[in-house]
C-alpha cells in the first residue's frame, strides 16, 4: 500500500516549543517538491507545555483525507510515547530522541525504532535553552528531510527565503538540519522504502487554510465593517482581514478604506454587523459556536426586520466551550432555525479554503439580496489546516449583488415608499439606506410591523409579513450554491455528505468501488435545499448521510425540509473531534449497507 | 391596531429654519406614552434642537433599545431612518452603523433599564471607543414599559409604587461615563427645556460620544412622594452646575450671550462654541477630575447635580482612533474596494 | 346556537382607563352565579391611550375555548368602532356610549343598537376626571347586568369585599353600577334573548391564571431560588412568586426562606439559575422568547455540564419582540434543540393554569432526577389570562425527587468519587453537592471532560461522555408527562396538539363528531416523545397535527423524533398571536380532511 | 489528553495550620500555564491565603470564567467543588450559588478580558449587589488563551506582541468599582506575594464583594518593553498606599505588628481586623472619595496605585438586602418550604 510518495506521518511534540515552524518547513518542502501534501495540526486548548501533533499526508493521487494509522511516527513527547506507538501501522517506523534510554512503553516489536540524539547532538552545538529546544525541531525535520528524501536544495531555498535577512538565524537553521539529515543518513540506510520522489503535481496550487481564504473573499467581495470577539478557531480570520486590508485598502493618504471593531463580545459584533448592514455596507463577524449562541436574539432581529448579515461559524467541538481545538460539524441544527419564533437561515457549507473563498462572497450577495442573515458554516479542519487546493481566481467582472436597493432617482418613480411591500414571487421588498433621501426614510424594529412599515398588534397585517418571509427563504433555497453530484450509473443507493467530509468521502467511494460498491454522491452546499437536492433524494432508494455531529443534524434537515422519508436515510457520524479520516467512511458505509440492496 | 400617525397641518405662521424647515417637518409619529411622561418632553426638546442646529432630517439616524423611553425614536423627525433594536443593544447597532456611514447624525434614546442593566456593558464600551453620537438616557429608575421594577438607577429608599423601598446602591451613568473617559458628560431634567436644548445641541455638534442623562420622570410608576425620580423631588433638589448656551458656526455670537455671568467658551470639533455661565464659581468643565467630585459632593448634599459637566473635544472617536477615511465607507465605490485579480495572482505565489 | 349561559361578548376600550377592574367584576359575577365562564384579555404593548379588548364567553357545557364573532360588542373605544362592529354575529347587538352621536361607521342593518349615555351620566354624578373615566367602566357594567341579567346581590357582595373598608369608593361604584343598571332597564327590554341563569357549575373551580399557578407550584415545590427578568408575559409569574413567598416563606424572625434575584439580563438570570441548582437549590426563572434565545449558551453549559436548572418559558409571539402581548407556540423547535453543538431538551407543555401548577413541580423534579434543563413551554394565553379550573390540590405526601445525590454517608462506602460515571442505564450520574464532604469534590466544566470529572481532549474519552447523555435524554422521554390521549374507536385519523389549544381542539372534535367525523385525540405533554405518543402514531394512518406557530414545530419534533413519515402527519397552524378558536379548528379540520379517508 | 494530576509527596516537615492541614492540602492539580505566567503567582498566593485563614477545602466554591486566568481554579484546593463557567459569565453562576448557600467562602477567579470586556456588566452588577466573595481579576492587559490581542484595560501607548499600540482608554476596575459602590477594593501585583497574602486573606473574610485588581503579567504575550503589564513596567512603576496585615479573629495582634509606622485598623464583620501601615500620609482607606482621588492622582503620575485601597465593612451584602436567613437556603428542610395543603384550599377561596 504506502510506498513511494504516498504515505503519511505523525510528528508529537509539545506545544510552545516551535515545532510548528519545522512542521511548516517539512509540509512546504513537499509541497514544492510537486507532489501533493496535507497537514493536520491537532493542538491543545493552551499556550504552552501541553502535547501536539501534525500528521502530514503525502499522496502522488492527490487524496488529502486524514489516515491513521501512520507509516512513520516522530515521538517527540515521552509524555505520550505509548499512545503515539500505539498509532504506527505494523512494519512502521519509530523516531525519538536517543539522547535518553529508550522508554519501555516504546517498545514494540513490529515496528522498526530509529534512534537519533537530538537533544544531545542540539545540547553540544547551540547555546542558550531557547535555541536549544527551536533547533531541536529542525533537527528532526532534517533526519526526516534523509529519511524521506526530502529535497536538501528546497529546503535551503526555503531557509533562504525566511532567515535571509537574519544571518545568524539562518546558520543555526542549516547547523540544525544538518545535523538530523547527517546522523540520519550515516546510522540508517535512507531513505525509507516509502519516501518522496520529485513530481509536477502542485504547479497550479497553493497551500492555505480556510480562514485566511474565507478573509481574502471578504476583501474582494467588498466588505468594508468587520466586527468580531476573538474565539478559537474563528480568530485567524479577522486577522487574516486585517492584515489584507492593511495591504489593499488603504487611500493614497493611508487612510483605511475598512472598519475593524473588536467588540465587548459576540452580541455586540452582531450588532455591529446589523447596524453596518443597516447602513448599506457589507459588513460580517466569524465567530465559533459559542458564539452563535450568543448571538441568537439578534439573529431574530435581523431575520424578521430583514436586515443583511454575514456570519462566519468555523465550528469547533460542542457542545458548551466543548474542546475548542477540535472540529466538529454540529451547529447545523441550531443556526438553521436560531433565534426563538417561526425563523429559519440561509447556511453555505464550503468544503475546503477554496471554496470558503467562493462562498464568503456569495454569503454577501445572498444577505443583500434577500435581506437576511446569511451563515458560512466552515469548521476548524477547513479554517486553520493548510489545505492544498488550486490557486484563487477572482473574475474581475463581478460586481455585488445589491439586492433591491431604491436611490432617490428610483424613490421619485415610486408614489410614497413602502419598506415591506413586495411586487414580486421571491417575496423579496426593495428597501432604502439611510441619509439618501427624506422620502426613503422608514422604520426598523423587530417588533410586530405591517407591509407599510408602521407598528401592528393586527394578526392579518402581522402574517401578511412573516407568510412573505417563507416565501423569500423558499426563493434563497434556488438561490443558494448547488449540490456538488456525482453519479456512477443510477445506482440506487447514495451517499449525501457536506463540508469538509468531502475528502475523506470522495477517497471513500473510489475505494469502494475498487471493492465493487458503486455509489452516488451529493454535497449539499446551502441551505434551505433547493430543487436540485429533491431530485437527487428522489432517484435514490437509500441514501447514507455522512457528517461530523453526534445526533445527524443534516439527516435531520433534509428530513424536516424535503419530507423524505426517514427510513430512506441512513446516518454515519463521526464526532471525536478529528478531521474525517478515509477507512471511517470505507468501514462506516459497508457497515450501513449490510442487507441494504445496492444495485449498480 | 396599527400605528395612528399624526394628520400635518402646516401652521402658515410656523417660523423657518435655514433649510426653511418649520419644526413640525422635525415631528414624528404620535406619542403613544402616558399622557404626562418625561419622555415626550425630551421628544419635543430633540425636536428643538435638530431643528435649530438646521439639520436635514434624513440625515439623521435615530436608533433605539426597547422600552418606553426607546419607543421615542419614532415620535421625531419623521423623515429620518429609525431603528428600534433589541434591549439594551442599540450601542452596538449604532457603533455598527457609524463605523459603515459617519457622515450622518447619530442620535440613540435609551432608558435607565436598556442601558444601566441589560445594555450596561454596551454603554460602556460605545463610550470608550468614543462613537460619535448623541446618547440620550431618559432615566425614570424605573422600568416603565413592564410596570414599574426598580432600574438599576434607583436611589437606595426610593419607594415603588408598590411600596417596597429600593435597596439597592444606584449606578449614575454621569459618575461611570467620567470614570470610563467620556468626552462629554452631561446631566439635565426633562421638564426643563431650556437648560436640555442647548446640551443636546451641543452634543450633536460633539465630535464623539455625548452622555447626555435627562431626569425624566415615570408619571405612571414612579412620579410619587417617596420617589427621587419624580418632577416634585427633581424639581426641589435640582441643582444646575453651569447653565451653557450653544452657539452653532453660522452665527456669531452677540454681546447679550458673551456677557452673562462669568462665560467660559469651549469650541467644539466642527469650530462652532459652547458658552458657560458659571453659578458654581471655578467650576471647570474641562477638568474631569473635578467634575466627578462636583458630581458626587452634589448627590451627598442631596442635590441632584446638572448641566454640561464635562467636555473634552479633539479626543479622537472611533473613526479617528481607526484611522478611517473622511467619507461614509458605504460611499467608496467597488472598484476600489476590490484589488482585483492581478493582485490575488501575485498574492498566491506567498502560498507555495 | 346562542341562548341561555350560551353566548359570548366582547368589550373595546382603551388601555389604563380602569376597565380592567370592571371586566374583571363581570367576569367573577357570572362565575359566581355558578356558570361556566372564561376570559380573554386581549391589550396592547403599551401603558395608556391604545385600544384594548377583553371577551366573556358563557357556557354552560363549560366549554372556555375563544369563539369569535360575538352576540354582543360593547363598543366603548371610537377609535376602534369599525372593526369591533365588523366583529358581531348578524342579528347580534352594539352596547355604545350614546353621550355623543353616533358615528357612521357604526351602522350595520343585522345588528341591534343600544345606546346609553354613560359619559354625560358619569359626568353628571361623578366629579373629577380620574372618577368619572373609572366609573364610566363601572356603569357599562351596571348595563350588562341589566342586559344579561347578571345577579345584582352578587355583584354587590363582591363590591363589598373589594371596597368594603373604602366607604367613598364602594358609594361611588355602587351609584356608577346602578346609573348603567337603571338606564338600561328603563329604556331597553332587559333581559336580553340570550342571558344568564344561575347554575350551580362552578363550585370545585376557580378562576387563575397560568402565571400565578405556577408561581404556586415553584412555591410548592420547594425552590428557594427566582432569579429573572422582567419580560411580558413573564413577569407575573415571578411576581407571584414573590407575594406567595413573602406569606409562606418567613421564619418566625421574619427573616426569608428564600431569595429573588432581580437579574441585570436574561443572561445574568440563567447563570444564577445554574449556580444555584450547582449548589443544590431547586431555582428557576421565568422567560419569554427573547430570553431564550439570550438564554442559549448558558443552557448548553447546563446540558453539557449537568446542572438542573429549571425555565419557563411564557411564549409571545414572534420572532425578534415580535408581539409581546399577543400569544404563540413558536419557541418549540429553537427550544428543543437550544445552543450550539449537540444538545436536546426536556421540554413539558401545560394546557391550562391546573398543568402550570403541577408541571412546574414535574420540572423540578425532572430537572433533578436527570442533571439538566428542563424547559416549561406555556404561553400568554396559559400565563396571563383568568381561566376557570379545578381548585388546586396537593398531596402532602409529596417529597422532591433530589435525583441522584450523594451524601457523607453514601460516599464513605465508595473507595473514590467519580462525577460522570453512570452505574445504571438510564445514563444518570450520581453528583454531589458543594461543602458537603471533602471526599465529593470535582470539578464543574462546559469544556471537555471524562467520565472521571478529569478536563480532557481525547477522542474516545469525550464521546464516552456525549453518547450517555444520549441515553440519559431517552430515559426522561419515558419520565415526562404522558400525553393525554382521547380514542373514540379507532379512527384512522387522529388529531395533535399540545398546550392551550386543547380547549378549543376538544370542543372542535365535540363538533365534529356531532358532524359525523370522528377523530382520536393525541396531545403531548412532554418531550423528548415517550413510547405512548410512538404507539398513539402507530395506530393511525393519517394525524392532523393542530399547532400555534407558522411553521408547524410541534410537527416538525414529531417527524424528527419519531420518524413518522411526513405525509403522515397533516398541519393546521394559527399564528395570528389570539387565542385558538373552536371555528378554526372545526374549519381547518374539514378543509384538511378533504380527500383522506376516515373509517370510524 | 486527560489532565494531568500531580504526584502529593507529603513533606514531613510541612508545617500544619490549626486544622491539622499542611500547605499541600490547599494544592490542586498541575498547571498547564506558560512558565512564569503571572497566574501561577496568584494561585500561590491563593493557597497561603486559604492555608493561613485555616479554612476547611471542602468549604469553599471556587468559580472562574474562560481564559488563561479562569483555568487557575483547577490548580489550588483540589478539595474544594469548582465550576468553570462561560466565558464572562461567572459573576452570575457565583451570585446564584451564593444565594443558594451562603455558608460557603466563595472565591471567583477571572480575567482582563473575562470581566472587562464580555463579562462587564455581570462584574458591575455582582459588586452593585454585594455579593460576598472574594474577586480576583488576573490582570495582564491582553486576551492570553486566544493569543494576545488587547484587552479593555490595556493602557494607551501599550504595544502588542505585534507591535501594535493599543489607543484606546483603559478600563480601570478599581476605579470602577469605587464608582459602583464597591465596599472591598485593592490592587495588587502577583509578583509581590508580602502584599497580595494578606489582601487576598482580608478580601476572604469581607462581609461583601472584595474586588482585587491583580496586575499578572502575560510572560507569552505582554511582558515586553512597551507593555504596561509587564513584570519589569510594573515593578518601575508600583506604588503602594497601604502596607495591609489581615489579623483573623482567632489570633490577637502582637506589638510588632501593630507598631510598625503608623498603623490604622479596620474591622472586619466577623471581628477580625485589617492593619494598614501607612506609607502615604493622611490616607484613609475607608474614604471613597480620597481613595479615587489617589488612584486617579497615581495613574497620572505614571504610577500603579496598590495596597488596599478601599473598605466598608458592615455594608449589607445580597442576602442582607434580602433579608435571607442566617443558613444556607440549601439546609432548609422541604417540609418547611412546603406551605401544606390545607393552606392551599383556604387560599384558592381567594380565587373565586
Ligand atoms: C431581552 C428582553 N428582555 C426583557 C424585555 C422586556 N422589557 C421591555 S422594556 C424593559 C425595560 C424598560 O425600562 P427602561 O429602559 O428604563 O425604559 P422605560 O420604559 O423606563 O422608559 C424590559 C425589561 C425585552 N423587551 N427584551
Ligand atoms: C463566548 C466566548 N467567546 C470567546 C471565547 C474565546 N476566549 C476564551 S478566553 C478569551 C479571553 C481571555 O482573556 P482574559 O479573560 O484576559 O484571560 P487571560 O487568558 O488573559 O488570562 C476568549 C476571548 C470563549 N471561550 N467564549
Ligand atoms: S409607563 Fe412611565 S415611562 Fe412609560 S410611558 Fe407611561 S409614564 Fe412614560
Ligand atoms: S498565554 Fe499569557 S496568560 Fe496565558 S498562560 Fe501563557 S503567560 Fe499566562
Ligand atoms: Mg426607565
Ligand atoms: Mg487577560
Same mark, same amino acid.
Given at each position: 500500500?504506502?510506498?513511494?510518495?504516498?504515505?503519511?506521518f505523525?510528528?508529537?511534540?509539545?506545544?510552545?516549543?516551535?515545532?510548528?515552524?519545522?512542521?511548516?518547513?517539512?509540509?512546504?518542502?513537499?509541497?514544492?517538491?510537486?507532489?501533493?501534501?496535507?497537514?493536520?495540526?491537532?493542538?491543545?486548548?493552551?499556550?504552552?507545555?501541553?502535547?501536539?501533533?501534525y500528521?502530514?499526508?503525502?499522496?502522488?493521487d492527490?487524496?488529502?483525507?486524514?489516515t491513521?494509522?501512520?507509516?512513520?511516527m516522530?515521538?517527540?513527547?515521552?509524555?505520550?510515547?505509548a499512545?503515539?506507538?500505539?498509532?504506527?501501522?505494523?512494519d512502521?517506523?519509530?523516531?525519538y530522541d536517543?539522547?535518553?534510554p529508550?522508554?519501555?512503553?516504546?517498545?514494540?516489536?513490529?515496528?522498526?525504532?530509529?534512534?537519533?540524539?537530538?537533544?544531545?547532538?542540539?545540547?553540544?552545538?547551540?547555546?542558550?535553552?531557547?535555541?536549544?529546544?527551536?533547533?531541536?525541531n529542525?533537527?528532526?525535520?532534517?533526519?526526516?528531510?534523509?529519511?524521506?528524501?526530502?529535497?536538501?536544495?528546497?529546503?535551503?531555498?526555503?531557509?533562504?527565503?525566511?532567515?535571509?535577512?537574519?544571518?545568524?538565524?539562518l546558520?543555526?537553521?542549516?547547523?540544525a538540519?544538518?545535523?538530523?539529515f547527517?546522523?540520519a543518513s550515516e546510522?540508517?540506510?535512507?531513505p525509507?522504502?516509502?519516501?518522496?520522489?520529485?513530481?509536477?503535481?502542485?504547479?497550479?496550487h497553493?497551500?492555505?487554510?480556510?480562514n485566511?481564504?474565507?478573509?481574502?473573499?471578504?476583501?474582494?467581495?467588498?466588505?468594508?465593517?468587520?466586527?468580531?470577539?476573538p474565539?478559537?478557531?474563528?480568530?485567524?480570520?479577522?486577522?487574516?482581514?486585517?492584515?489584507?486590508?492593511?495591504?489593499?485598502?488603504?487611500?493614497?493618504?493611508g487612510?483605511?478604506?475598512?472598519?475593524i471593531?473588536?467588540?465587548?463580545?459576540?452580541?455586540?459584533?452582531?450588532?455591529?454587523?446589523?447596524g453596518?448592514?443597516?447602513?448599506?455596507?457589507?459588513?460580517?463577524?466569524?465567530?465559533?459556536g459559542?458564539?452563535?449562541?450568543?448571538?441568537?436574539?439578534?439573529?431574530?432581529?435581523?431575520y424578521?426586520?430583514?436586515?443583511?448579515?454575514?456570519?462566519?461559524?468555523?465550528?469547533?467541538?460542542?457542545?458548551?466551550?466543548g474542546?475548542?481545538?477540535?472540529?466538529q460539524?454540529a451547529?447545523?441544527l441550531?443556526?438553521?432555525?436560531?433565534?426563538?419564533?417561526?425563523t429559519k437561515?440561509?447556511?453555505?457549507?464550503?468544503?475546503?479554503?477554496e471554496?470558503?473563498?467562493?462562498?464568503?462572497?456569495?454569503?454577501?450577495?445572498?444577505?443583500?439580496?434577500?435581506?437576511t442573515?446569511?451563515?458560512?458554516?466552515?469548521?476548524?479542519d477547513?479554517?486553520?489546516?493548510?489545505?492544498?487546493?488550486?490557486?484563487?481566481?477572482?473574475?474581475?467582472?463581478? *460586481?455585488?449583488?445589491?439586492? @433591491?436597493? /431604491? !436611490?432617490?432617482?428610483?424613490? %421619485?418613480? =415610486?408614489?410614497?415608499?413602502?419598506?415591506? #411591500?413586495?411586487?414580486?414571487?421571491?417575496?423579496?421588498?426593495?428597501?432604502?439606506l439611510?441619509?439618501?433621501?427624506?422620502?426613503?426614510?422608514?422604520?426598523?424594529?423587530?417588533?410586530?410591523?405591517?407591509?407599510?412599515g408602521?407598528?401592528t398588534?393586527?394578526?392579518?397585517?402581522?402574517?401578511?409579513?412573516v407568510?412573505?418571509?417563507?416565501?423569500k427563504?423558499?426563493?434563497a433555497?434556488?438561490?443558494?450554491?448547488?449540490?456538488?453530484?456525482?453519479?456512477?450509473g443510477?445506482?440506487?443507493?447514495?451517499?449525501?455528505?457536506?463540508?469538509?467530509? *468531502?475528502?475523506?468521502?470522495? @477517497?471513500? /467511494? !473510489?475505494?469502494?468501488?475498487? %471493492?465493487? =460498491?458503486?455509489l452516488?454522491?451529493?454535497? #449539499?452546499?446551502?441551505?434551505?435545499f433547493?430543487?436540485?437536492?429533491?431530485?437527487?433524494?428522489?432517484r435514490?432508494e437509500?441514501?447514507i448521510?455522512?457528517?461530523?455531529?453526534?445526533?445527524?443534524?443534516l439527516?435531520s434537515?433534509?428530513?424536516?425540509?424535503?419530507?423524505?422519508?426517514?427510513?430512506?436515510?441512513l446516518?454515519f457520524?463521526d464526532?471525536?473531534?478529528?478531521?474525517?479520516?478515509?477507512?471511517?467512511?470505507?468501514?462506516?458505509?459497508l457497515?450501513?449497507?449490510?442487507g441494504?440492496?445496492v444495485?449498480? | 391596531?396599527?400605528?395612528?400617525?399624526?394628520?400635518?397641518?402646516?401652521?402658515?405662521?410656523?417660523?423657518?429654519?435655514?433649510?426653511?424647515?418649520?419644526?413640525?417637518?422635525?415631528?414624528g409619529?404620535?406619542?403613544?406614552?402616558c399622557?404626562?411622561?418625561?419622555?415626550?418632553?425630551?421628544?419635543?426638546?430633540?425636536?428643538?434642537?435638530?431643528?435649530?442646529l438646521d439639520?436635514?432630517?434624513?440625515?439623521?439616524?435615530?436608533?433605539s433599545?426597547i422600552?418606553?423611553?426607546?419607543?421615542?425614536?419614532?415620535?421625531?423627525?419623521?423623515?429620518?431612518?429609525?431603528?428600534?433594536a433589541?434591549?439594551?443593544?442599540?450601542?452596538a447597532?449604532?457603533?455598527?452603523?457609524?463605523?459603515?456611514?459617519?457622515?450622518?447624525?447619530?442620535?440613540?434614546?435609551?432608558?435607565?433599564g436598556?442601558?444601566?442593566?441589560?445594555?450596561?456593558g454596551?454603554?460602556?464600551?460605545?463610550?470608550?471607543?468614543?462613537?460619535?453620537?448623541?446618547?440620550?438616557l431618559e432615566?425614570?429608575?424605573?422600568?416603565?414599559?413592564?410596570?414599574g421594577?426598580?432600574?438599576?438607577?434607583?436611589?437606595?429608599?426610593s419607594?415603588?409604587?408598590?411600596g417596597?423601598?429600593?435597596?439597592?446602591?444606584?449606578?449614575d451613568?454621569v459618575?461611570?461615563?467620567?470614570?470610563?473617559?467620556?468626552?462629554?458628560?452631561?446631566r439635565?431634567?426633562?421638564?426643563?427645556?431650556?437648560?436640555l436644548?442647548p446640551?443636546?445641541?451641543?452634543?450633536?455638534?460633539?465630535?464623539?460620544f455625548?452622555?447626555?442623562?435627562?431626569?425624566?420622570?415615570?408619571v405612571?410608576?414612579?412620579?410619587?412622594?417617596?420617589?427621587?425620580?419624580s418632577?416634585?423631588?427633581?424639581?426641589?433638589?435640582?441643582?444646575?452646575?453651569?447653565?451653557?448656551?450653544?452657539?452653532?458656526?453660522?452665527?456669531?455670537?452677540?454681546?447679550?450671550?458673551?456677557?452673562?455671568?462669568?462665560?467660559?467658551?469651549?469650541?467644539?470639533?466642527?469650530?462652532?462654541?459652547?458658552?458657560?455661565?458659571?453659578l458654581?464659581?471655578?467650576?471647570?468643565p474641562?477638568?474631569?477630575?473635578a467634575?466627578?467630585?462636583?458630581?458626587?459632593?452634589?448627590?451627598?448634599?442631596?442635590?441632584?447635580?446638572?448641566?454640561?459637566?464635562y467636555?473634552?473635544?479633539?479626543?479622537?472617536?472611533?473613526?479617528?482612533?481607526?484611522?478611517?477615511?473622511?467619507?461614509a465607507?458605504?460611499?467608496?465605490?467597488?472598484?476600489?474596494?476590490?484589488?482585483?485579480?492581478?493582485?490575488?495572482?501575485?498574492?498566491?505565489?506567498?502560498?507555495?
Open positions: 500500500m504506502s510506498g513511494i510518495n504516498d504515505f503519511c505523525k510528528i508529537g511534540t509539545v506545544n510552545g516549543t516551535g515545532s510548528a515552524s519545522a512542521n511548516g518547513l517539512l509540509m512546504q518542502a513537499i509541497f514544492r517538491m510537486g507532489i501533493p501534501v496535507v497537514g493536520k495540526n491537532v493542538f491543545p486548548s493552551n499556550i504552552q507545555g501541553l502535547p501536539t501533533w500528521e502530514i499526508r503525502v499522496n502522488k492527490g487524496y488529502t483525507a486524514r491513521a494509522p501512520f507509516d512513520l516522530v515521538a517527540m513527547n515521552t509524555g505520550t510515547y499512545r503515539d506507538v500505539a498509532e504506527i501501522k505494523s512502521g517506523y519509530l523516531l536517543s539522547s535518553w529508550m522508554a519501555k512503553s516504546l517498545l514494540r516489536d513490529d515496528v522498526t525504532v530509529i534512534g537519533i540524539p537530538l537533544g544531545e547532538m542540539c545540547n553540544n552545538t547551540f547555546t542558550g535553552d531557547r535555541e536549544r529546544t527551536l533547533m531541536k529542525i533537527a528532526y525535520a532534517g533526519a526526516l528531510a534523509a529519511l524521506l528524501a526530502i529535497d536538501m536544495d528546497v529546503v535551503h531555498a526555503m531557509l533562504q527565503e525566511k532567515f535571509g535577512k537574519k544571518k545568524h538565524l546558520e543555526s537553521n542549516y547547523k538540519i544538518r545535523l538530523g547527517d546522523y546510522h540508517y540506510d535512507c525509507l522504502p516509502f519516501h518522496l520522489e520529485k513530481m509536477d503535481a502542485t504547479r497550479d497553493i497551500l492555505m487554510d480556510g485566511t481564504a474565507a478573509a481574502l473573499g471578504c476583501v474582494y467581495a467588498g466588505a468594508t465593517v468587520g466586527a468580531w470577539y474565539i478559537t478557531p474563528a480568530t485567524s480570520l479577522m486577522e487574516n482581514f486585517r492584515a489584507f486590508c492593511e495591504r489593499y485598502r488603504k487611500d493614497a493618504s487612510k483605511r478604506n475598512f472598519c471593531v473588536q467588540a465587548e463580545d459576540e452580541l455586540a459584533a452582531a450588532g455591529m454587523v446589523i453596518a448592514g443597516w447602513m448599506g455596507a457589507r459588513a460580517f463577524t466569524p465567530t465559533a459559542p458564539g452563535i449562541s450568543l448571538m441568537g436574539e439578534f439573529v431574530g432581529l435581523a424578521y426586520a430583514e436586515v443583511p448579515a454575514v456570519f462566519f461559524d468555523v465550528q469547533r467541538t460542542g457542545p458548551s466551550t474542546m475548542p481545538t477540535r472540529t460539524q451547529d447545523l441550531s443556526t438553521a432555525y436560531l433565534s426563538h419564533g417561526d437561515h440561509v447556511m453555505l457549507f464550503p468544503a475546503n479554503p471554496e470558503s473563498f467562493t462562498m464568503a462572497r456569495d454569503a454577501f450577495d445572498l444577505a443583500e439580496r434577500f435581506q442573515p446569511v451563515f458560512v458554516m466552515m469548521d476548524l477547513i479554517g486553520m489546516n493548510d489545505w492544498m487546493c488550486r490557486r484563487l481566481e477572482w473574475d474581475d467582472s463581478y *460586481r455585488p449583488d445589491r439586492g @433591491e436597493v /431604491l !436611490d432617490s432617482a428610483a424613490l %421619485q418613480k =415610486v408614489e410614497r415608499f413602502f419598506r415591506y #411591500v413586495s411586487e414580486n414571487g421571491d417575496g423579496v421588498a426593495a428597501r432604502t439611510p441619509g439618501v433621501d427624506p422620502k426613503g426614510s422608514y422604520f426598523t424594529r423587530g417588533s410586530g410591523h405591517n407591509k407599510l408602521d407598528y398588534e393586527d394578526s392579518d397585517e402581522y402574517r401578511e409579513v407568510d412573505r418571509l417563507v416565501r427563504l423558499a426563493a433555497a434556488e438561490a443558494v450554491p448547488a449540490p456538488e453530484i456525482i453519479n456512477q443510477g445506482a440506487s443507493a447514495a451517499v449525501i455528505t457536506l463540508g469538509a467530509c *468531502r475528502a475523506a468521502v470522495l @477517497e471513500g /467511494l !473510489d475505494r469502494l468501488r475498487e %471493492q465493487g =460498491v458503486v452516488d454522491y451529493m454535497r #449539499v452546499r446551502g441551505f434551505p433547493g430543487a436540485p437536492v429533491r431530485e437527487f433524494l428522489a435514490h437509500k441514501h448521510v455522512i457528517e461530523q455531529n453526534r445526533d445527524g443534524q439527516r434537515l433534509l428530513t424536516l425540509e424535503t419530507g423524505i422519508a426517514p427510513e430512506r436515510l446516518s457520524r464526532y471525536g473531534g478529528l478531521p474525517l479520516g478515509t477507512n471511517q467512511v470505507v468501514e462506516g458505509v457497515g450501513l449497507l449490510q441494504v440492496e444495485s449498480a | 391596531m396599527t400605528s395612528i400617525t399624526k394628520p400635518k397641518v402646516q401652521h402658515p405662521s410656523s417660523t423657518r429654519n435655514a433649510l426653511g424647515l418649520t419644526r413640525r417637518d422635525y415631528e409619529g404620535m406619542s403613544t406614552l399622557a404626562g411622561c418625561g419622555h415626550d418632553s425630551v421628544t419635543a426638546a430633540l425636536i428643538d434642537a435638530f431643528w435649530q439639520i436635514e432630517p434624513h440625515r439623521v439616524a435615530k436608533l433599545g422600552g418606553c423611553s426607546s419607543k421615542t425614536t419614532a415620535y421625531f423627525i419623521n423623515q429620518a431612518h429609525g431603528f428600534n433589541v434591549h439594551g443593544r442599540m450601542p447597532v449604532a457603533t455598527g452603523a457609524n463605523a459603515a456611514n459617519r457622515e450622518l447624525y447619530f442620535v440613540g434614546v435609551s432608558g435607565d436598556d442601558s444601566l442593566s441589560i445594555g450596561l454596551q454603554m460602556c464600551h460605545a463610550i470608550r471607543r468614543n462613537v460619535s453620537m448623541l446618547y440620550v432615566n425614570n429608575g424605573v422600568y416603565g414599559l413592564t410596570k421594577q426598580f432600574s438599576a438607577s434607583a436611589d437606595i429608599g419607594k415603588s409604587k408598590k417596597e423601598a429600593n435597596v439597592q446602591p444606584p449606578i451613568p459618575l461611570l461615563a467620567l470614570t470610563l473617559g467620556a468626552s462629554f458628560v452631561a439635565s431634567f426633562s421638564g426643563d427645556k431650556a437648560q436644548i446640551i443636546l445641541k451641543a452634543g450633536l455638534r460633539h465630535g464623539g455625548a452622555m447626555v442623562d435627562v431626569i425624566s420622570p415615570c405612571t410608576f414612579n412620579d410619587h412622594e417617596a420617589s427621587t425620580k418632577y416634585l423631588y427633581t424639581r426641589q433638589h435640582y441643582h444646575e452646575v453651569a447653565p451653557v448656551d450653544f452657539v452653532p458656526l453660522r452665527r456669531e455670537i452677540t454681546a447679550t450671550e458673551a456677557t452673562e455671568g462669568s462665560v467660559r467658551s469651549v469650541t467644539m470639533h466642527d469650530g462652532s462654541t459652547v458658552h458657560f455661565r458659571m458654581a464659581e471655578d467650576y471647570d474641562t477638568d474631569r477630575e467634575a466627578y467630585h462636583y458630581v458626587r459632593a452634589a448627590h451627598q448634599r442631596g442635590e441632584v447635580a446638572t448641566g454640561l459637566l467636555i473634552e473635544e479633539g479626543a479622537a472617536d472611533m473613526h479617528g482612533v481607526n484611522g478611517s477615511i473622511e467619507g465607507l458605504t460611499g467608496v465605490p467597488y472598484e476600489t474596494l476590490c484589488p482585483g485579480n492581478a493582485k490575488l495572482q501575485e498574492l498566491m505565489e506567498e502560498y507555495r
